[in-house]
């Protein structure tokens, strides 16, 4: 059996060129990055030249990329590293209800320490507001934090316009960039932000390793105490091989930046296109400010996890919400957010392209997706006779 | 060594390494220290405890002059002049 692999937001494929950069550092070069003789050296020369190519990805100085073990560390570090080091300041943090789960968990951890964290809401679209911004900030806020891009809805948040608001207030501003980053161009001169978190495996590099953007003179407090290691921001003997791997996967997700935009873009207009003949089946998130390779839908009357399985038996892997919510059968946080009523989340489920998938995949997953929707609403109690769905209003999360 | 305090020392390069551990603060001293000219202050602002004996220390194995310490509500401003070629 085929495999069609469209859950690119929950991992990548390793790229063989990432790989080949990283076997070395398997093997022989084996060195720790803080050694002064010569085998350290080659391996602090690699970790420099990785950084050097991560900071070229996002038009940042080398030196302002901390290398942490995960995008989720880096957004950890990020909100709760920035809010401590600011506590003397105030003690307000403003966050979206559409964060991944490692934003909203920092924050409630924060909230234990004695902030006080506004979750702003977001549109039906899952856009935060830049006026809503500017009104939730008071005297006490020092952190806010707004994903780039939605890995559930693939909506792109108007970033640039939200940190020009946290500036004018002096606030510090953070963005999860762990959908975007070498996916489509993210530039931080241009986005104005102060911190930005990265992962390797969404860019065709290793899981097991992520990035800090930390903009110079931006304070923040260490999550992980020890040595010297990442400019004495984040303790722990440097992971070589998947630093070298990154710093691979960055150069290459730069170079092929457009081609792989373009390629994903013209398969999920095609997969979109052909999912929207499907009765009863809406598109979640931006329908044009959204990722070019994500597809995310709400399917009536069935769930999920149904329609996820079933693809996976025909050997299409797709996603039901993040990978988090997903597992725990909950309902996702970032679809409720949006206004999507309870029921009506529970059918979700996320296509997302990459460069290895082609249209013939696409029309694989056209031609069987349809016939697994009608498969699971015929046993679906609720296909003739509809939802009530209370709350419910027309302009509520249809994307189109 | 009796540490000094002092207030309003203005300096020619500034370090802030607020939050970033130790030994950050030797590290970096001993990296701008070599970027100055001779008679030239270096302030460095750092929120570790420890740097109130190695800085003084540092100065005086080296030859440089230990200026002061300001104190702030959260960090601490160490003041070193440099006095070797």
Known sequence: ?400 | MTLKFVEGIKADVTADIVYMMCPMHLLKLDELIRELDKGQVLEIMTDYDGAMEDIPAWCSRTGNEFIGIEETEEYYKFYIRKLTD
């Not at chain 1, 039906?124 to 939605?150: C, M, Q, R, W």
């Open chain 1, 1 to 400: 059996m085929k495999m069609c692999y469209f859950d690119h937001a929950a991992t990548n494929p390793l790229h063989p060129e990432v790989l080949e950069s990283m076997m070395p550092f398997f093997k022989e070069e084996f060195g720790n990055a803080l050694s002064v003789y010569d085998l350290g050296m080659h391996a602090r020369e690699a970790v420099e030249h990785a950084r050097a190519e991560v900071a070229a990805l996002i038009n940042a100085k080398p030196g302002t990329i901390v290398f942490t073990s995960s995008g989720v560390e880096a957004n950890n570090f990020a909100l709760r590293g920035a809010a401590i080091a600011r506590k003397q300041q105030g003690n307000h943090v403003i966050v979206s209800k559409a964060e991944h789960h490692s934003v909203l968990n920092s924050a409630r951890f924060l909230e234990k320490q004695g902030f006080v964290v506004t979750y702003l809401p977001v549109d039906n679209h899952g856009l935060v507001a830049p006026d809503l911004l500017k009104k939730s900030i008071i005297n006490e806020t020092v952190l806010i934090s707004i994903t780039h891009a939605s890995r559930e809805i693939g909506t792109v948040e108007p970033i640039k316009e939200l940190s020009a608001v946290a500036k004018e207030r002096g606030v510090a501003f953070h963005t999860d960039a762990i959908a975007s980053t070498g996916n489509i161009p993210v530039d931080v001169q241009d986005l104005g932000v102060d911190m930005l978190s990265m992962t390797g495996h969404q860019m065709y590099g290793p899981k097991g390793i992520g990035a800090l953007y930390i903009r110079e003179g931006t304070r923040i407090a260490p999550l992980i105490y020890g040595g010297i290691q990442e400019g004495g921001r984040r303790a722990g003997t440097e992971n070589v091989a998947y630093v070298v791997g990154m710093g691979r996967a960055a150069q290459l997700a730069r170079e092929e930046m457009n081609d792989r935009m373009e390629h994903v873009r013209k398969l999920r207009d095609r997969l979109v296109q052909g999912i929207a003949g499907i009765p009863n089946v809406y598109l979640t998130g931006h329908p044009e400010n959204r990722l070019p390779n994500h597809a995310s839908f709400v399917v009536e009357f069935i769930e999920g996890e149904a329609m996820l399985l079933m693809l996976a038996m025909k050997g299409i892997y797709t996603a039901s919400g993040s990978a988090c919510s997903s597992k725990a059968l909950k309902s996702s946080p970032v679809l409720l957010s949006l206004g999507v009523p309870t029921a009506l989340a529970q059918g979700s489920i996320v296509f997302t392209l990459g460069r290895g998938n082609t249209e013939e995949e696409v029309d694989f997953a056209l031609a069987e997706f349809p016939q697994i929707v009608s498969k699971l609403r015929a046993m679906s109690p609720f296909a003739n006779k509809g939802w009530d769905y209370g709350t419910k209003n027309d302009t509520c999360y249809v994307g189109g």
